[in-house]
């Protein structure tokens, strides 16, 4: 696509439940990141995929948390019995390091609102 | 690990100064620098990619420069205007892995 694609642009939920959030990067793109931003904050690095190699997980703070990266395109994070102090803007981003550039793109994310 | 700082946390200026946003950081060893710029409520917005090899890069109004030795990067800003009121970002690309360091970003007020 043209550009870094999230959904939903918003979601509210109740505590205790799941939800999927969902990224479609730029064609092409062999690198995915998925942040958080919670209100006021800066970004907080959530998981990393680059092609066919393992995903750096270390920024996943639960183990509610997890994120799969289906035939190297679309994905899809995951957040089981969300919290109230999940809520905040999940943002996704891509890039293509193969190139000399690596420039970032990002999605315009995905407000979770946790009741 | 890369920390990446910017300086001033919140910047308000009258309609047609130009102005410097600061962005340091600890590790010298660095792929690539790329500032962003984001309105409420919205994601990010790519404004200028700094390769480490390059000193500085221009888009119209705006002219980044990027000094590895020192560890920083300003961007600048030629006659501002209320439209440029967002927060300003700095990303710095690691150069070992593919990991990004984000500053907490300047807010940028410009006033008409």
């Given at each position: 696509g043209a550009g870094v694609s999230q959904s939903p642009s918003n979601k509210v939920t109740e505590k205790g439940k799941d939800v999927e959030l969902r990224c479609d990067p730029i064609s092409g793109h062999t690198a995915l990141y998925w942040y958080r931003q919670s209100l006021g904050q800066g970004l907080e690095f959530l998981i990393y995929f680059q092609g066919?190699?393992?995903?750096?997980?270390?920024?996943?703070?639960?183990?509610r948390f997890s994120a799969e990266r289906t035939g190297g395109s679309v994905s899809t994070l995951t957040i089981q019995?969300?919290?109230?102090?999940?809520?905040a803007v999940y943002l996704c981003a891509s890039s293509?390091?193969?190139?000399?550039?690596?420039e970032l793109f990002f999605g315009e994310g995905s407000r979770l609102t946790v009741l | 690990k890369q920390e990446v700082t910017q300086i001033p946390a919140a910047l308000s200026v009258p309609e047609g100064e130009n102005l410097v946003l600061n962005c340091s950081f600890?590790?010298?060893?660095?792929?690539n620098l790329q500032w962003f710029r984001q309105d409420p409520g919205k994601g990010l917005t790519s404004l200028l990619l700094i390769q480490s090899s390059q000193r500085e890069q221009t888009s119209g109004r705006l002219n980044a420069s990027l000094d590895k030795s020192s560890g920083r990067s300003t961007l600048y800003i030629a006659?501002?205007?209320?439209?440029?009121?967002a927060t300003y970002l700095c990303a710095v690309g690691s150069k070992g892995g593919n990991q990004f360091y984000f500053g907490t970003g300047t807010s940028l007020t410009v006033i008409p």
């Open positions: 066919n190699s393992a995903p750096d997980k270390s920024g996943l703070p639960s183990d019995r969300t919290q109230q102090e999940d809520s293509d390091r193969t190139r000399v550039t690596g | 600890t590790d010298s060893a660095i792929y006659a501002s205007q209320p439209g440029d009121s």
